[in-house]
């Protein structure tokens, strides 16, 4: 249990920088078109990044994990 | 407001049963109680489901669910910024939080400053964490309290109690507030922690049914985002001079992602996870809440359609509480009243299991970083917990007392102050996991530079606001004080490193930080 992991830096932590990319760059996403079921961009968009800032997370986890 | 009767019955039964598990919870994956790290960290045996509902159950507190759909419905695209803050913190708790727990668990670290003083053998670098972290805790524990007072005004239960001639203000509070401390006093950490999974539960069922039910009397979300007002549906749009309200929220939306997982109640929540893959994994299923509160978010815009303002039943809630009724007013419009009951008590107790980890989590860095480092270095484990039990108590007694006596309005800006203090102990919690290089005493001057700058902006702005216009160039940035007071921080922290060359204490190894 008490072994050490790997050390150094991995690759795959450079997907984490995607979502700070995405919501960071605000108007890329400040504007109304497209709308989604009567829904604006602008609240759709960002509500859509909270399931892929989760899913960018799992191959990160999974890679770690082996 | 009149007495709502099926909804207070509903509520109250609600209230009676998570009292009786919070006192129960002692027993739960039972340990010798009389140890900090049992009562504190509920052992560190929480897998990750529990530190899921304890972590869920933490970070999104009731005033958040009342707060932010409450500036939403004031304000607009602005109040959205809580999506884009949650959604950063998880690669943040990814990345750099599994460090924290494995050094944590092997060297017994029950606090943030523990771990500063451990790195850095620096006794007032933790000193300044520790209390940076209460008192940042204190004014948040104070506003779970407004979460509760607006549901109970809502519920219209009479707030005042008169027993023989002696009248008690915010009776219902005062007895909610006392059975709370009461049942965190016997179980510590494992009260909330149990509680969590009712609340969560209450919670995610009250979010389901609104977003279906209240759209569809509403005429669909297309007439609820027709009915706000355009100018606020986005965000002001940037000049050639000034970036305007996009800078200040994309700042917003970072700065509190990076000092959230700061504040001593995350720390408690992480540190009492069994793995370090519990941890990771818990990154990966908490944006579940991130989705909840931005559909919450959305209420606030649901408010606006249902014309929740303009009733004459609402009058006095808005009067009494602003904006923050409109969610409460809201689902009394929609919801039969046996509903409303669920509804409220999940904001209810969903405002007990905040203030109880928050009180958990300053009452250990006080018993651990100040009675244990400069009253009582030989205090026994028993002592030591029968002290962090004892300040538990008088934490939330001054959370209430500061309720009941002094304006909401002071606890809201101390609140805000609280976010622009509490990231100043970034350098030496999160830096420090990575670097043994920064000096303490550097780290201490770059605190000191970080807090002052950050007070001095929020001062600026009569506390009203956090966001302060800095001048670069000739172009004009609003940003988040705790960002642009952070950056000071650090860079102090970097110079004064490069120039103080004496070497200092660490107790740690670098493979400390890797061990699973």
């Not at chain 2, 046996?338 to 904001?347: E, K, L, M, Q, R």
Request: include cysteine; hydrophobic fraction near 55%.
């Amino acid at each position: 249990m008490d072994r050490p992991k790997k050390q150094g830096f991995r690759l795959s932590y450079l997907l984490l920088l995607l979502p700070f990319a995405a919501m960071l760059w605000v108007p890329s996403y400040n504007r109304v078109e497209p709308e989604l079921a009567g829904i604006p961009f602008f609240y759709w968009y960002q509500l859509m990044w909270i399931v892929l800032g989760a899913l960018i997370l799992l191959p990160v986890f999974l890679g770690e994990r082996e | 407001m009149s007495l709502n009767p099926v909804a207070v019955a509903i509520f109250i039964a609600l209230f009676v049963f998570v009292t009786l598990l919070g006192f129960w919870a002692s027993r739960w994956r039972r340990g010798d109680m009389s140890h900090l790290h049992e009562w504190g960290l509920g052992g560190r045996r929480f897998g990750t489901l529990v530190t899921w509902f304890l972590l869920g159950g933490d970070l999104y507190t009731a005033y958040t669910f009342v707060a932010v759909p409450a500036l939403m419905f004031g304000a607009g695209a602005t109040g959205f910024f809580a999506v884009p803050y949650t959604i950063l913190v998880y690669p943040i708790l990814f990345a750099v939080f599994p460090r924290l727990w494995s050094v944590a668990h092997k060297h017994g670290y029950v606090t943030a400053a523990d771990f500063v003083r451990g790195r850095f053998g620096s006794r007032s670098l933790a000193l300044a964490v520790a209390v940076t972290g209460i008192v940042a805790t204190m004014p948040y524990i104070a506003l779970q309290l407004v979460g509760m007072e607006v549901v109970i005004a809502g519920l219209g239960i009479p707030t005042t109690l008169a027993i023989g001639g002696m009248v008690i203000p915010e009776a219902p509070l005062l007895i909610a507030f006392v059975v709370l401390a009461a049942y965190t006093y016997n179980s510590g950490l494992r009260a909330p922690a149990m509680i969590a999974v009712v609340k969560d539960a209450l919670l995610y069922i009250t979010v389901l049914a609104a977003v279906i039910v209240i759209p569809a009397e509403l005429g669909g979300y297309g007439a609820i985002f027709k009915a706000v007002d355009p100018k606020t549906l986005l965000l002001g749009a940037s000049t050639p001079g000034n970036l305007g309200p996009q800078a200040a929220y994309a700042t917003l939306g970072l700065g509190s992602a990076l000092a959230l997982l700061l504040y001593p109640h995350s720390v408690t929540g992480l540190l009492s996870s069994s793995s370090r893959a519990a941890v990771q994994r818990n990154a990966v299923i908490l944006p579940a809440y991130s989705f909840a509160l931005g559909l919450i978010a959305l209420l606030g815009y649901m408010a606006v359609a249902a014309g929740v303002k303009a009733d004459p039943a609402f009058a006095s809630g808005f009067k009494a509480f602003g904006n923050n009724f409109a969610v409460p007013a809201l689902f009394l419009k929609s919801f039969p009243a046996w509903f409303v009951g669920v509804a409220f008590a999940a904001i209810a107790i969903g405002a007990l299991v905040p203030a109880a980890i928050m009180s958990i989590a300053c009452a250990n860095l006080f018993t651990r970083n100040i009675y244990k480092e400069f009253v009582a270095p030989a205090a026994s484990h028993a002592r030591e917990t029968a002290v962090a039990k004892i300040v538990s108590l008088l934490v939330k007694l001054g959370a209430l007392f500061f309720i009941i006596e002094l304006p909401t309005q002071y606890a809201i800006q101390l609140q805000l102050l609280g976010g622009i203090w509490i990231i100043q102990t970034l350098p030496s919690v999160l830096l420090g996991l990575y670097t043994r290089k920064l000096h303490p005493t550097a780290l201490l001057i770059g605190w000191a530079a970080g807090i002052g700058a950050g007070t001095a902006m929020a001062w600026a702005n009569a506390f009203k606001s956090s966001i302060y216009a800095l001048h670069v160039f000739g172009l004009t940035v609003p940003c988040y004080a705790a960002l642009s007071s952070l950056i000071l921080n650090l860079a102090v922290a970097a110079v004064l490193s490069a120039v103080i060359r004496t070497p200092h204490a660490d107790a740690t190894k670098a493979e400390d930080y890797a061990l699973g």
